[in-house]
C-alpha cells in the first residue's frame, strides 16, 4: 500500500481545536535548523530536537484535528527544517541552490515514522488487555480438551461454544486481575491474561479449533475473542481539551513502581474523554503530614502534589487507558495523578 504525501498540507493545515496554551512552543537548547529522517527515528524523539516539550509538535506543524489522527506523513531521507520565527516545522528537500523544495513522495506505509518505540508497545496493541461485560457477551468459552487433557499447547486441539462462524482466528484469554482505583476502591475493568490463539478447523456445536501459539497452557473455561488486527501506531502526540483528574492505576507485570519506556495503567478511559496519542502529565502523591505543636495540637496538611513525568496513551478501553512512560525524573508509582500537561 502506498500513500502520496503533500508536504504543503501541514502549511494551509487549520488550528487545534483545543485551549489555547498561554505561551508558543519553546525551542530547545542547541536545537539544529534541520535534521534529515533516519530509520529508528520517531515523531516524539524528532520533535525533542527541536523543542523543549516534544509533546506539542502538532502545534508547530500546525495539524488539525484529523491529521494527529492520521499523521503517516515522516519517512526516512525526508529533511525536517526549524523556522524560529513561529517556531514552525516543515517536510522538504535540498536542491543544488540550498533552497528547499515542495515535493510529492510515494512511500510505503510500513516505512513511516512512528510516533514513540514500537519496540516497547507492539506486545500490548492486538491483545484484549482489559474486558468488560459487553465485551465477554459476544465471547467463545473452551468447554473440553483432546483427549480431556487439563491444558493444552500449540498444534493441540481445543473445543469451543459461541463461536461465530464468520470468524477465523480467535485469541485465547483468561480474565483475572481487577483493575481498581487506588484511592476509590472501584473496579474499574478487568485485565486479561492472554494466552494465545487459536484458529477455527471445524465449524459446529462446539466448534473446532487448533491452538495457532500459547504463552501459556489453555484449558477449559478460558475465553475466546476475536483476535484484532494489527495496525501502524502514528498518532501525533497532542494535550487533552479538558483537563484530566486521574491516576496511575498498575504497572505491567504487577510492580509497585518503575520508570521510562515501561508502560502503566490509567484509571481514565474513553468515558473521561482520553484517545490514543494523547499526553498526560505525571504528578507525584507525596500524601499526607501530621504537625504537632508545642502544646500538643495536632494538623494534617496534604501536601502538594508535584510533576515529574510524561506519557504517552496508545491504548484506550472504556473506563482504562495504557500509556508509555517518556520521561520521568525519578521512579513511577501506583497512585500517582495524571492530568492535562
Same mark, same amino acid.
Not at 147 to 154: D, K, L, N, Q
Not at 317 to 331: I, K, P, W
Given at each position: 500500500?502506498?500513500? =502520496?504525501?503533500?508536504?504543503?498540507?501541514?502549511?494551509?493545515?487549520?488550528?487545534?481545536?483545543?485551549?489555547?496554551? $498561554?505561551?508558543? $512552543?519553546?525551542?530547545?537548547?542547541?536545537?539544529?535548523?534541520?535534521?534529515?529522517?533516519?530509520?529508528?527515528?520517531? %515523531?516524539?524523539?524528532?520533535?525533542? *530536537?527541536?523543542? *523543549?516539550?516534544?509533546?506539542?509538535?502538532?502545534?508547530?506543524? +500546525?495539524?488539525?484535528?484529523?491529521? =494527529?489522527?492520521?499523521?503517516?506523513?515522516?519517512?526516512?531521507?525526508?529533511?525536517?527544517? #526549524?523556522?524560529?520565527?513561529?517556531?514552525? %516545522?516543515?517536510?522538504?528537500? +535540498?536542491?543544488?541552490?540550498?533552497?528547499?523544495?515542495?515535493?510529492?513522495?510515494?512511500?510505503?506505509?510500513?516505512?513511516?515514522?512512528?510516533?514513540?518505540?514500537?519496540?516497547?508497545?507492539?506486545?500490548?496493541?492486538?491483545?484484549?488487555? &482489559?474486558?468488560? !461485560?459487553?465485551? #465477554? $457477551?459476544?465471547?467463545?468459552? &473452551?468447554?473440553?480438551?483432546?483427549?480431556?487433557?487439563?491444558?493444552?499447547?500449540?498444534?493441540?486441539?481445543?473445543?469451543?461454544?459461541?463461536?461465530?462462524?464468520?470468524?477465523?482466528?480467535?485469541?485465547?484469554?483468561?480474565?483475572?486481575?481487577?483493575?481498581?482505583?487506588?484511592?476509590?476502591?472501584?473496579?474499574?475493568?478487568?485485565?486479561?491474561?492472554?494466552?494465545?490463539?487459536?484458529? &477455527?478447523?471445524?465449524?459446529?456445536?462446539?466448534?473446532? #479449533?487448533?491452538?495457532?501459539? $500459547?504463552?501459556?497452557?489453555?484449558?477449559?473455561?478460558?475465553?475466546?475473542?476475536?483476535?484484532?488486527?494489527?495496525? =501502524?501506531?502514528?498518532?501525533?502526540?497532542?494535550?487533552?481539551?479538558?483537563?484530566?483528574?486521574?491516576?496511575?492505576?498498575? =504497572?505491567?507485570?504487577?510492580?509497585? !513502581?518503575?520508570?521510562?519506556?515501561?508502560? @502503566?495503567? %490509567?484509571?481514565?478511559?474513553?468515558?473521561?474523554?482520553?484517545?490514543?496519542?494523547?499526553? #498526560?502529565?505525571?504528578?507525584?502523591? +507525596?500524601?499526607? @503530614?501530621?504537625?504537632?505543636?508545642?502544646?500538643?495540637? *495536632?494538623?494534617?496538611?496534604?501536601?502538594?502534589? *508535584?510533576?515529574?513525568?510524561?506519557?504517552?496513551?496508545?491504548?484506550?478501553?472504556? +473506563?482504562?487507558?495504557?500509556? %508509555?512512560?517518556?520521561?520521568?525524573?525519578?521512579?513511577?508509582?501506583?497512585?500517582?495523578?495524571?492530568?492535562?500537561?
Amino acid at each position: 500500500m502506498t500513500r =502520496i504525501i503533500f508536504p504543503l498540507l501541514f502549511s494551509v493545515a487549520t488550528l487545534l481545536g483545543a485551549p489555547a496554551l $498561554a505561551a508558543p $512552543a519553546a525551542i530547545a537548547d542547541n536545537a539544529p535548523d534541520s535534521h534529515t529522517v533516519v530509520r529508528g527515528d520517531t %515523531l516524539w524523539g524528532i520533535s525533542g *530536537k527541536f523543542l *523543549k516539550e516534544p509533546w506539542r509538535w502538532p502545534e508547530v506543524w +500546525r495539524l488539525n484535528r484529523d491529521q =494527529i489522527r492520521n499523521p503517516h506523513l515522516i519517512y526516512p531521507g525526508q529533511i525536517i527544517v #526549524l523556522d524560529r520565527s513561529g517556531p514552525y %516545522l516543515s517536510i522538504g528537500r +535540498r536542491v543544488g541552490d540550498q533552497r528547499l523544495q515542495p515535493q510529492v513522495y510515494h512511500e510505503d506505509l510500513k516505512d513511516a515514522v512512528t510516533s514513540i518505540p514500537m519496540q516497547d508497545i507492539e506486545p500490548f496493541l492486538t491483545k484484549p488487555l &482489559v474486558v468488560d !461485560e459487553a465485551r #465477554l $457477551a459476544d465471547a467463545g468459552t &473452551v468447554v473440553a480438551t483432546e483427549t480431556s487433557r487439563v491444558f493444552m499447547g500449540p498444534g493441540d486441539t481445543i473445543f469451543a461454544k459461541n463461536v461465530k462462524d464468520d470468524q477465523k482466528v480467535w485469541q485465547v484469554l483468561r480474565p483475572a486481575k481487577p483493575l481498581t482505583d487506588p484511592v476509590t476502591k472501584e473496579v474499574l475493568g478487568y485485565e486479561a491474561a492472554f494466552l494465545g490463539s487459536a484458529r &477455527v478447523t471445524e465449524q459446529g456445536t462446539p466448534a473446532t #479449533l487448533e491452538i495457532i501459539s $500459547a504463552v501459556e497452557e489453555i484449558g477449559t473455561g478460558d475465553r475466546l475473542v476475536v483476535s484484532d488486527k494489527p495496525e =501502524i501506531f502514528s498518532y501525533m502526540p497532542h494535550a487533552p481539551q479538558n483537563e484530566v483528574a486521574g491516576r496511575l492505576i498498575g =504497572i505491567y507485570r504487577g510492580v509497585a !513502581e518503575t520508570g521510562r519506556n515501561h508502560v @502503566v495503567t %490509567l484509571g481514565v478511559g474513553a468515558r473521561e474523554g482520553i484517545e490514543r496519542g494523547h499526553v #498526560l502529565a505525571l504528578h507525584r502523591n +507525596r500524601g499526607s @503530614v501530621v504537625y504537632k505543636d508545642d502544646d500538643g495540637n *495536632k494538623e494534617t496538611y496534604d501536601l502538594p502534589e *508535584k510533576r515529574y513525568g510524561l506519557v504517552f496513551v496508545f491504548r484506550v478501553f472504556d +473506563r482504562v487507558s495504557y500509556a %508509555l512512560v517518556m520521561e520521568t525524573d525519578g521512579q513511577v508509582a501506583v497512585g500517582d495523578s495524571v492530568r492535562r500537561p
